[in-house]
């Protein structure tokens, strides 16, 4: 009979970090618990009867009355995978409006699954232009889809999405949107800006641990759907098929991940309490605070005022700052996780996460008055207590 | 400002299920509390060192040298994914074991990314015979990969592998076995048996919660995979992008499900200190003890014993007796969860799984007398207590 390998030594406790960067965000102690209920069978009434509640709450938070409104098992990025490919068929032309890494990967998925695509791009740190992308869809013809991040957390770009959305429908391509670091942060409408296919993952704005991924659909997406002329080029994540499991009585697809779904359940309960309104209200005013401590400490903040995320803020490193040092810094001395750039943003900018239950007011005092202190250490001058007076400031006077 | 819907009034709170299905398997608390442990960002030094410690656990878990063994964030579908989409390239020839529902999955799976497919058929029930794939491999020539289930969840079969790997490799093939259900409960051996890529799933034979997939492949699988001449048909499940997040350091591909790889963790170090091996022969003697239990109550098994699935047993309905009343008495009265069967199966089958920390002695008694209990309520005869008897004797015979 086959031995074992002798015992690992590695002891595994993970502290408790205040989470301030791209997501995860940190989750509420009351999530944790609901994640850790009793497993129970994915035919088990108590849990169809949560997916049926589940679906009901997904569908208040991405403000739409789709029917087709699910969760996919996997990270955010397998929910893009889900968007995507369900829709675009070989030799189908798509748009993908490019702003950011994440919009970027909305593209190669497009031609991952064979796709025709062209790309209307902005420069990281601006949103995409709706008359370019009119220009394109007209110039081209006949686009299947259109894509774009509404939250691109590469560049924290809060991008406009109803205009894109008609100059799409105009054209007769169907509008997807990633809302994978704006939903429940950021107003999101999906049904009044017509958008037909949006997600987002769970560990952002709703701080749910990682690992499901919300998903909708609208009655127009269904269509293309539905007629397609060959299989989704994923079986995993057919959506026809991942369907199933949501109806009732369900049927077997794949296995849930059943404590995620308690977990989701949790914490969009929690957004409930709160009324989603007041909590994007609370994000914007937090945020707008920390802004003001960050540029009374002379940072510079990438994106301009009229498009910049309030989730995730993406701020210029100065001259002769080493960025990994302040991050690494923030991380010993308090536990603050903070990210640096991605792509042409590497080494230049720090990310900086106000996602779900991370958002707070002593967080973003604690973190102007730590990164005060890294600048600091490393000879770069900046005014004491200047970034924690504005935002206390721009606080009370919210 | 938007107002989101009234709170829903469904209040969550799953009972303490005994499930005996095909999985999930009941999770101890142990791995219920590691589950619920704070989530910290997906660079953090403390989930990379978890990530290290999780591939020297799932190697010895496999038992295998392969470097490239990870994780998949998602549920076994999504690593039979994984698992035959990083291999099959539009065009390639695939041979398909087919005795199950499962092991098809993975033949509409090599399909679905344009493997060019034949298959090797049992009859349900009935393993698949290696001269008949020896016979098929060589009819057809040219096969790049060989698949099947080791534990077929449908069936019950406990498909001998070392045969089928040494046919596969001597027709140039790479042999891909699911052990979603096998793995951490019957003996498999991915080194000595030869085996190019095997996956399986948290939520059964390990009880660990359902979303995480552990998946390995062999260094002759990972030439396979790095001379591809066209990219992986899935951006989400491309194994050379995914394991970047494993190499040290590591790099951003998606946000594992970093909650799920505590409890992975958790019930993995549970296994070692059981031991493997003892492990395996604890789960062969509580079957062996329930199926004389099930035979003395004149349940006939479906399989023969020579091939007998000890982790999930497939028994045979009665003449007469309504198989979803029996379940349906056995989760009301007990909160026992068994299934039915699928495909032809359906209706005529219980499947009955011993996994993880549902395989215990005590569960088999409460099982045996529950559906004692049950099928005498529909007039079925059974010899009042025959089947606890005949089970408690072989117990205390081990």
Redesign the interface.
């Known amino acids: 009979?086959?031995?074992?390998?002798a015992?690992?030594d590695?002891v595994?406790?993970?502290?408790?970090?205040i989470?301030l960067?791209p997501?995860?965000s940190?989750?509420p102690a009351r999530v944790?618990?609901?994640?850790?209920?009793?497993?129970?069978?994915?035919?088990?009434r108590?849990?169809t009867?949560?997916l049926?509640?589940l679906q009901?709450?997904l569908?208040?938070l991405f403000?739409t009355d789709n029917t087709e409104t699910l969760t996919i098992?996997?990270?955010?990025?397998?929910a893009?995978?889900a968007a995507i490919y369900n829709v675009v068929e070989a030799g189908d032309r798509v748009v993908c409006c490019v702003h950011g890494y994440f919009a970027d990967?909305m593209r190669?998925?497009a031609e991952?699954?064979g796709g025709d695509v062209t790309v209307v791009s902005a420069d990281w740190g601006k949103p995409v232009d709706a008359d370019a992308l009119k220009a394109e869809l007209a110039r081209r013809g006949g686009a299947k889809l259109v894509t774009v991040t509404h939250g691109e957390t590469s560049t924290g770009v809060r991008q406009p999405v109803a205009d894109l959305s008609a100059a799409a429908h105009a054209h007769g391509a169907l509008m997807c949107v990633d809302t994978v670091a704006s939903l429940g942060g950021v107003?999101f409408?999906m049904d009044d800006w017509d958008v037909d296919i949006a997600y987002t993952?769970s560990?952002k704005c709703l701080s749910v641990?990682?690992?499901?991924s919300p998903i909708s659909f609208s009655p127009r997406a269904m269509d293309v759907v539905r007629g397609r002329k060959t299989?989704c080029?994923?079986?995993?994540?057919d959506l026809l098929a991942n369907l199933t499991v949501w109806e009732r009585p369900n049927k077997?697809?794949?296995?849930?991940?059943?404590?995620?779904s308690?977990a989701l359940?949790?914490g969009l309960?929690i957004?409930?309490?709160e009324?989603?309104?007041?909590r994007?209200?609370r994000v914007q005013r937090t945020a707008e605070a920390m802004w003001a401590g960050l540029e009374a400490m002379g940072l510079p903040l990438v994106v301009d005022a009229a498009h910049r995320l309030p989730t995730l803020t993406t701020v210029r490193v100065p001259d002769g700052v080493d960025e990994a040092r302040v991050r690494a810094e923030l991380m010993s001395g308090y536990g603050i996780?903070i990210?640096g750039g991605?792509g042409p943003f590497a080494g230049k900018v720090w990310r900086i996460g106000l996602m779900g239950a991370s958002c707070s007011a002593r967080n973003v005092l604690l973190l102007l008055t730590a990164l005060e202190g890294a600048l600091t250490e490393q000879g770069h001058g900046v005014s004491p207590r200047a970034g924690a007076a504005a935002a206390s400031e721009r606080l009370n006077a919210g």
Chains 1, 2 share one sequence.
């Open positions: 009979m086959y031995a074992a390998p015992m690992t590695f595994f406790d993970p502290p408790q970090r989470l960067g997501g995860p940190d989750v944790l618990s609901a994640l850790a209920r009793p497993t129970v069978g994915y035919m088990d108590s849990y009867d949560l049926a509640a009901v709450q569908r208040g403000r098992t996997g990270p955010g990025t397998a893009m995978e990967r190669q998925m991952r699954c107003e409408a993952g560990q641990p990682p690992g499901i299989p080029a994923s079986w995993f994540l077997y697809h794949h296995t849930g991940a059943v404590n995620l308690y359940h949790e309960r957004i409930e309490e009324g989603l309104g007041e994007i209200a996780e990210a991605l």
